[in-house]
Nanobody, 122 residues
Framework: QVQLVQSGGGLVQAGDSLRLSCAAS??????AGWFQQAPGKEREFVGG????????YLPDSVKGRFTISRDNAQSTVYLQMNSLKPEDTAKYYC?????????????????WGQGTQVTVSS
């Protein structure tokens, strides 16, 4: 049984940092991604990592503020978010792709975490 358990998140002020974690169990996978979803909006890609080798990709919207890393031994993926802005407020989800590389398309990920709320006050 595949499980993705997320932790982290919460209420912070603009300019603060947060780290989200996503612990995966149940099987191996090729890539992981992080997505944000604000109320009334579609799920939006904020970064991904290739499990083997650790190559990452982040869109320009968060590049320089967010980073993605992994802990192989713990099968955990992290999203480090710095210089947070009120517009980063959303529910954040991690997802894994069993076969294939990083993709921006949510439907191409096979399993999802439960989501964690990040709220940034101004």
């Amino acid at each position: 049984q595949v499980q993705l358990v997320q932790s982290g998140g919460g209420l912070v002020q603009a300019g603060d940092s947060l780290r989200l974690s996503c612990a995966a169990s149940g099987r191996t996978f090729d890539a992981a991604g992080w997505f944000q979803q604000a109320p009334g909006k579609e799920r939006e890609f904020v970064g991904g990592i290739v499990w083997s080798g650790g190559a990452t990709y982040l869109p320009d919207s968060v590049k320089g503020r967010f980073t993605i890393s992994r802990d192989n031994a713990q099968s955990t993926v992290y999203l480090q978010m710095n210089s947070l802005k009120p517009e980063d407020t959303a529910k954040y989800y991690c997802a894994i792709r069993i076969r294939g590389g990083i993709t921006l398309t949510p439907d191409r990920y096979d399993y999802w975490g439960q989501g964690t709320q990040v709220t940034v006050s101004s």
